[in-house]
C-alpha cells in the first residue's frame, strides 16, 4: 500500500512488504517547524500520539526547492514492530503548514510456499533403492535418511540426505515492483539452487562402488518426469568424493561416498494484504451528448 497526501507539505507513505513497518518521504519548501506525529487511527478517530524522531532538515540550496526527510517508521516508541492489527495515521507540520494521512493498515502475511523438494529426493531414494535389482553377495539394502542420525550407529548399509547449500541464482527484472492493484496476493518469483550432500556408507568398497552409481542413476532418470512437472530442473549437476574412515576403536571401519547435487529451479514467496483493492472500473455513460448532432 502506497500514496501523497499534500502539497507543502506531502508525505508519501508505503507498507514495506514484510508487515510492521511504513516507510515516509517528508517534503515541504519550508526547512523549519518540522514535526513529525503518529497516531493509532480507528475509524478516523486518531489517538496514542507520539513525537517521531526525524533528522533536521537542510535548507534547499535553490530557493523555491523542496526538502526531503526519509523516514522508516518500526515502531519508535513502542519498542516492537507496528501492530499489524492497527492502522496509523500521521500527521507532518512545518512552517509552511500541516498535513495528515488517511488510515495506514499495516498488515501483511508473508506465506513461505513448502516445494517439499527435500522429502521428494528423499522419497524417490528410499523408492529406487527399495526396488533395486542388487547383485546376491549383496545381504541388505540401505536405509535412507534425512541427514546424518546425531547418536548412535545405523545398521549399514545407509545413506544420509542432507541439504548443504541454498543461494540465488537469478532475479528477474522488477522482482521486487509488487503491482498487486487488484488482487492481495503477489507472488515474487525467483530461481535459486540448492546443493544436497547424499552419504552413501558402507562395509565394503564394492557396495559403496555400487550404491554410489545407483544414486546418480536414480537421480538423473527422476530429473525429467518429476523434477520438470515442478520447474525444479533448469540446470543440475553432480560431483562425487570416495573415502573410508579406519581408526584402533573402529574396527573394521568403513567406506563412503559422498555425493553433491545441484539442482537449479525455481523459488517463489507470497505476499498476502489485508488492504482495500479495486476490482474493476466500470465507467458511467454521458447523458449530456445529443445523438442528433453525430
Excluded at 516508541?77 to 500527521?91: E, F, I, K, R, W
Excluded at 522488477?174 to 507472488?187: D, E, K, L, P, V
Aim: net charge negative; hydrophobic share 40%.
Amino acid at each position: 500500500m502506497s500514496g501523497t497526501i499534500g502539497t507543502d507539505p506531502s508525505i508519501k507513505y508505503s507498507v514495506v512488504p514484510s508487515g510492521g513497518i511504513i516507510s515516509l518521504t517528508l517534503a515541504s519548501k519550508s526547512a523549519t517547524g518540522w514535526s513529525l506525529t503518529r497516531y493509532v487511527d480507528t475509524g478516523g478517530v486518531l489517538s496514542n500520539p507520539i513525537t517521531m524522531p526525524i533528522v533536521a532538515p537542510t535548507p534547499p540550496i535553490v530557493a523555491g526547492s523542496f526538502t526531503q526527510v526519509v523516514v522508516l517508521d518500526v515502531g519508535d516508541g513502542t519498542n516492537a514492530p507496528l501492530d499489524p492489527a492497527l492502522s496509523y495515521a500521521y500527521t507532518f507540520t512545518t512552517s509552511a503548514g500541516s498535513v495528515t494521512t488517511a488510515a495506514i493498515p499495516v498488515a501483511v502475511t508473508l506465506e513461505i510456499v513448502q516445494d517439499e523438494l527435500t522429502l521428494i529426493l528423499i522419497r524417490v531414494l528410499q523408492s529406487g533403492l527399495k526396488s533395486l535389482a542388487v547383485p546376491n553377495l549383496f545381504k541388505n539394502k540401505p536405509s535412507v535418511f534425512h541427514a546424518m542420525p546425531l547418536t548412535g550407529q545405523p545398521t549399514l548399509p545407509f545413506v544420509a540426505v542432507n541439504q548443504t547449500n541454498f543461494s540465488q541464482s537469478m532475479v528477474p527484472i522488477g522482482q521486487q515492483n509488487i503491482t498487486n492493484y487488484q488482487s492481495n496476493t503477489a507472488t515474487m518469483p525467483s530461481m535459486a539452487k540448492r546443493r544436497y550432500n547424499i552419504a552413501v556408507v558402507t562395509t565394503t568398497v564394492e557396495e559403496r562402488e555400487f550404491y554410489r552409481d545407483a544414486i546418480v542413476s536414480i537421480f538423473l532418470t527422476i530429473l525429467g518426469p518429476l523434477f520438470n512437472s515442478i520447474g525444479q530442473n533448469v540446470s543440475h549437476d553432480f560431483l562425487v568424493e570416495n573415502s573410508q574412515v579406519t581408526a584402533d576403536a573402529m574396527a573394521p571401519g568403513f567406506y563412503y561416498s559422498e555425493i553433491m547435487i545441484t539442482v537449479e529451479g525455481t523459488f517463489n514467496t507470497i505476499l498476502t494484504t489485508a488492504y482495500g483493492t479495486i476490482a474493476s472500473i466500470v465507467p458511467t455513460p454521458s447523458t449530456t451528448m445529443d445523438p442528433v448532432g453525430l
